[in-house]
Each structure stands twice: as C-alpha cells, then as structure tokens.
DNA sequence: CGTAACCTTGACGTACACGTAAAGGAAGGG
DNA sequence: CCCTTCCTTTACGTGTACGTCAAGGTTACG
C-alpha cells in the first residue's frame, strides 16, 4: 500500500505550508479532479504551483476559491463565465496588493479597485433581488401548506360524519 | 395585415374564456414557444387543449405554472427533472379536488394530500437553506465593500502624501 | 382567394459543465 | 526493484435545456 498524503508521514512536519493535492482538494471540496482542471483550463483557478514532477500543489486560499466558485453557481446561477469575470476582478485585488509599495501609478490601482467594488455591489444586487424573490416564494408556499391543511381537516371530518 | 389575436376583435367579447395560443404565452411568460413545446413533452405541462386546426390553447392556470417553472430553475436552481417530480405532486392536488364529491376513497385522498404537503414542506426547507446561506454571503460581500473602501482610503491619504 | 401572420410536427444543432476512458509518468512502502 | 496509489495530458462522450431550420397546415383580413 502506497501512503503519499501527510508528505512523508513524520518526515518533514514543521514549518510545511500545507500544500494540497488535487486529490486533496477534491475531497475536501467534493469536486472531482477533473472539475478542478477544468476550472483552471477555464481560467477559474490560476495555475498553481507544481511538484517536480508536474502534481499541482494548491493552497488553502485555493481550496477557498473553489468553495466560493461552488456558491456563485449553485445559489446565484451564474454561469462559469460570468463567474470568471468576478474572479478576474477579484485577481485584480490581489494585483493591487501586491503592487503596493511598487512603482504603478496611484490612478489606476485607484480604478481596478473602484471596478472590483462595482462588481461586488452587483452581486450584492443580485442576492437582494433573489431573496426578495424567494421570501416571496416561500409565503406562497405557506399558503399552499395551509390549503393542503384545509383539506386535510375537511376530510377528517367527512371521515367522523362517514363512521357515525 | 392579417391580425387574428384577440380574436375577431369586436365580433364575440363577452364570455370567452381568455384561452391563450401559444405565442401569446410565450409573450407573457417570456419564454419561447419552443420552451412551451418542450415542457410539454417533459410532462412539465398537461397538453393543453386545441383549436380545430390542432392550435395549443393555453388557460391563464398553464400560465401561472410556466411562471413558476421559471422561478424554481432560476431561484432555487433545481433542474427539470426535480421541477417535474413537484408538479406531478401539485397535480394530485387539483385531482383531489376533482375526485372531492367521486367514490374515491377517502384514505387514498389523504394519502396524496400528504405527500403532497411533504413535498411543499422541502421546498420550504431548500428556501430556508438558500436564504441562509445567501445571507452568510452577503455578509461576506460586505466585508469585501469596507475592504475595498478602507484601500480606497488609504490611497487618498497617499496621493495628499505625494502632492503636499 | 390570395397572402400574411400564426401555427404544426419533426429533426438536427448548440452551449454549458463536466464525465469517462486511455496511456503513461511519478512517489513511496515493502 | 516492484507494485500500488496518485498523478499527468489528450480526447471523445454525456446530460440538460433548449435553439434553429425545414416543410407544410390554419386563420383571418382585404
């Protein structure tokens, strides 16, 4: 039996950034593998760092990615392309960051941010307009419940007058 | 120019019932006449009755139900397949009602009428799921917006910095 | 009765989001 | 060193939800 995981088991334990492997990533995100390669094919992922011999070796900041990029789809409904543009925005963040102290021109970190900031007051947008849309779903599904409820004690009742 | 909506125009206006061909649904609902087709023949849609010409001829009910569809694929993002399982159940419920005065036995009604419940009640519970979650993710959005802000910020104070 | 607008049933095509082999290289235990 | 497990890329397949013709019938106005 051939253990790989918890890289040499107690061989290398201390500082070890807690890199993962697709495998790993793919449990714990209950993605498959393949997801995750499309993800990155896709432009969803960036490219991570890899092993020598070529395995992918994620952070945990990807792993969170991929839990976000789960939300976006399955609660908003976005597509992956739409999605691809959030992140992209989200990218840009990351860019700010790191060209903090360097020599790019005030102006234009200034409107990365300004555009990231409108891309997530959008989706704020978005989420408003669904959970109004679904309050509104779930109090007619309350009435629909309280119908079935009717019936239900009408048929009761007509039960009591068959039996007497 | 060959009008024919709104049929006969002031020939036979009192009663008619307001039956809706298919082109006028797909105008309402906002969906394609292929759409309509197509719930159709995944039992999305009771066939609805037609015209001597063979002509679809849609109620304001059939209405209401592609309305809905669309609100279960859009907002909670269940697939065809899982839309047409709660119609089918919703469809219980107007055969209850037909049946209410027949033979049909009373346990059996109650039966369906209970199942019937039972599928409205998780959709509730899928809503309840949703809605929290989206809540969770909003929060989140919001953490991001100040984040953003406070760069912002810190970008102005810079800027005042570099020019003083 | 022509003709324009609307409809009918096929039948094939498409976009999205992956699934599923196939063939083979790499890592580690025994 | 071998064998198992995990990974790699390449490529074709699948399910969902429709879109898009094509060929032709129906309805109503002029």
Do not use: C
Not at 8 to 23: F, V
Not at 112 to 124: C, N, P, R, S, V
């Amino acid at each position: 039996m051939g253990h790989k995981r918890q890289a040499s088991a107690s061989d290398t334990p201390p500082p070890e950034q807690a890199y993962l492997q697709i495998g790993e990533v793919a449990d714990r995100t209950g993605v498959t593998q393949r997801t995750l390669r499309f993800y990155e094919e896709k432009g969803l992922l960036k490219p991570p760092s890899r092993l020598e011999g070529g395995f992918r070796l994620y952070s945990e900041d990807d792993v969170r990615r991929v839990e976000q990029i789960k939300q976006l789809q399955t609660l908003l409904g976005f597509t992956l392309a739409e999605i691809k543009e959030m992140v992209d925005s989200h990218e840009v963040r990351m860019q700010v960051k790191a060209s903090y102290r360097k020599g790019a021109e005030i102006s234009e970190r200034r409107a990365k941010l300004l555009k990231a900031k409108e891309m997530t007051l959008k989706q704020i947008a978005v989420i408003d307009q669904k959970l109004a849309a679904m309050h509104e779903m779930k109090a007619e599904l309350a009435r629909k419940i309280d119908q079935y409820d009717a019936w239900l004690q009408n048929l009761e009742e007509q039960s009591r007058a068959g039996s007497r």
